[in-house]
C-alpha cells in the first residue's frame, strides 16, 4: 500500500527539518502532521483530516487563518512593493503603521523601531534603555530586573531576562546576570486573599529591588497581566500601577513585554491599559500582522529618542538593524490587521466571547479532581492539572501528562498543546460559541484520559 500524503510530507520533513520547541526523538511515535489548508479556526491535512486551533497557532492569529482581507491586503501589497531597506529609506505600509500604532497605544508612545520577530522586539529595548543611560552619562545603569517565572523570548539577551529553567539552563554561562524578583502571580495566592491584595503583597519585593538596585539598574522588564510560556499564570493590574510608580521614583526605565498578550488577547486593545500606566517600552509582536509574517515593533517616547539624536560625530546613533526591518508586505498584514479593529465591534464581541468561554470551562471542569485552578483574563483561559486537587501537589514532569492530553485532543480534531500541566485556550477571535464548546468538550474529555492513572 502506498502511503497517504500525509504520511509522505511527514516523512520528507523528518528527513531534513528540525522543528522548534521539540525533541525530535517524539516524532517517532507522533510524527508531525502536514497542513494542506486552513479557514478560520481550522486547519486541514492532506487526508481532509480538520483540527480546531485553539491556540492561535502560538499565539499569532488574531482573525483567522487565510483571513480574506488581511490575505488581499499582502497580495496587492506584493505586486507593488516586496522589500526596500529602511536605512535611507521608507515606504507607505511602514510609515502608516507607525503613525497608527502610536496613536493606539498608551499616551506618550511616539517612536516606532522596527525589528522582526519579539525576541528581537526584547534585545532592541534592552539595549535601547542601556545605550539611553550610557549617552546620559550614567554609565552603571547596565543590569536589568525581571520576574520569576518570566519569559521573554530565546535569544541570548531575552533568554537572560526569562526565568523558565526549561529554556535557559543549558545556557546559563553565557546570560546577562540579572536581577529576578518573585512574581506576583495570583496561583500562589493563600485562600481567600483576592488577585488585588495579593499582587499589592508581592510588590514589595520588587519595591525592595528598586531600592537597593536603581543606581545599577537600566530597565525592569514585565509581562503585563499574564506570564504566558511561564503556565499562564496571571496577576492583578494594581501590580503594573505600583511598579509604574515605583520606576518612575527611582529613575529605572519600564518595559512592558506585550508581544502575547497585546491586541485585545487581555480584554483591552493593550494590557497596559487596564493599569492606566504608559510603559517607557513597549515591545510588541505575534498579533500584530493577525498571524501572517514576522513583525515586531518597539514603541518609546520623544524622551527617549531625543536621548540619540545627534551630530554624527557624538557617536549616540542606535546601530541596530535587521535585514527585513519594516518589511512592506508584513506591514501591509499589520495594517490590515488593525484595519478590522477599527472597522468591527472586536473588543465587544470578545468580551462576549470571554464569558461563554468562562462559562463553559468551569462547568465542564471546576469540580475535575486534577484540576486545582480556572483561571482566565480576556481571550486567555488556563487549566492546572494537579495530582491532588486538595494539596495542589504536581504530576511529576516525568510522566508528560501534557503530551497525553496533546495526543488525545489531536485525535479528536483540536490542537492544544498544553504548558507542561497547564491546558489553556488562546483561540483565534473568529470562533464561534459551538466551537468554544466543542474545543472545551473535547480538552476535557483529553484531560480526563490525560490524568487518569
Avoid at 539595549?127 to 536589568?144: E, I, L, P, Q, T
Avoid at 526591518?325 to 470578545?350: H, K, M, Q, S, Y
Wanted: proline share 5%.
Amino acid at each position: 500500500m502506498s502511503p497517504s500524503a500525509n504520511d509522505a510530507l511527514a516523512a520528507r520533513d523528518l528527513a531534513h527539518v528540525w522543528h522548534p520547541c521539540t525533541q525530535m526523538h517524539d516524532h517517532e511515535s507522533l510524527p508531525p502532521i502536514p497542513v494542506r489548508r486552513a479557514a478560520g479556526v481550522w486547519l486541514e491535512d492532506y487526508d481532509g483530516k480538520r483540527y480546531l486551533d485553539a491556540i492561535s497557532s502560538w499565539w499569532v492569529n488574531l482573525f483567522g487563518h487565510a483571513n480574506p482581507a488581511v490575505s488581499a491586503a499582502v497580495a496587492a501589497q506584493a505586486r507593488e512593493l516586496e522589500h526596500v531597506l529602511l536605512a535611507g529609506f521608507t515606504h507607505e505600509p511602514a510609515v502608516r503603521l507607525a503613525e497608527r500604532l502610536c496613536r493606539l497605544a498608551p499616551p506618550g508612545l511616539s517612536r516606532c523601531f522596527y525589528a522582526d520577530n519579539g525576541s528581537a522586539a526584547v534585545e532592541v529595548a534592552l539595549k535601547m534603555s542601556f545605550h539611553f543611560w550610557r549617552n546620559c552619562g550614567r554609565d552603571g545603569k547596565r543590569r536589568f530586573a525581571t520576574l520569576s517565572n518570566s519569559y521573554h523570548g530565546e535569544t541570548l539577551g531575552a533568554l537572560s531576562v526569562g526565568d523558565v529553567e526549561l529554556y535557559r539552563n543549558t545556557y546559563r554561562p553565557l546570560l546577562l546576570d540579572v536581577i529576578t524578583v518573585p512574581s506576583p502571580d495570583c496561583y500562589l495566592r493563600e485562600s481567600g486573599v483576592s488577585w488585588a491584595q495579593h499582587s499589592r503583597e508581592r510588590f514589595q519585593a520588587m519595591e525592595l529591588a528598586l531600592e537597593r538596585h536603581a543606581h545599577e539598574l537600566a530597565a525592569v522588564i514585565v509581562e503585563p497581566l499574564v506570564q504566558c510560556a511561564g503556565g499562564m499564570r496571571m496577576y492583578d493590574p494594581v501590580y503594573l500601577t505600583l511598579l509604574r510608580e515605583a520606576c518612575d521614583r527611582h529613575q529605572v526605565h519600564l518595559i512592558a513585554d506585550e508581544i502575547a498578550v497585546g491586541f485585545g488577547r487581555t480584554g483591552t486593545l493593550f494590557a497596559c491599559e487596564q493599569a492606566g500606566i504608559t510603559p517607557d517600552f513597549l515591545c510588541l509582536s505575534k498579533g500584530l500582522t493577525g498571524g501572517y509574517l514576522p513583525l515586531s515593533a518597539v514603541l518609546t517616547s520623544d524622551g527617549v529618542y531625543s536621548a540619540f539624536y545627534a551630530e554624527f560625530l557624538a557617536q549616540r546613533a542606535f546601530l541596530h538593524s535587521h535585514s527585513y526591518t519594516g518589511n512592506p508586505l508584513a506591514c501591509a498584514a499589520a495594517n490590515a490587521t488593525l484595519d478590522i479593529f477599527e472597522r468591527e465591534p472586536v473588543l465587544e464581541r470578545n468580551r462576549v466571547l470571554a464569558a461563554h468561554l468562562g462559562r463553559g470551562a468551569a462547568a465542564r471542569l471546576a469540580e475535575h479532581p486534577h484540576v486545582a485552578e480556572i483561571r482566565q483574563t480576556g481571550m486567555i483561559l488556563a487549566i492546572e492539572l494537579v495530582r491532588d486537587r486538595t494539596t495542589r501537589a504536581p504530576f511529576a514532569w516525568q510522566e508528560r501528562r501534557g503530551r497525553r492530553i496533546h495526543r488525545h485532543a489531536l485525535e479528536r480534531g483540536v490542537l492544544l498543546r498544553p504548558l507542561g500541566e497547564v491546558v489553556y485556550f488562546m483561540p483565534p477571535y473568529v470562533i464561534r460559541p459551538e466551537e468554544i464548546d466543542h474545543m472545551i468538550d473535547v480538552a476535557a474529555a483529553a484531560i480526563d484520559a490525560g490524568t487518569r492513572g
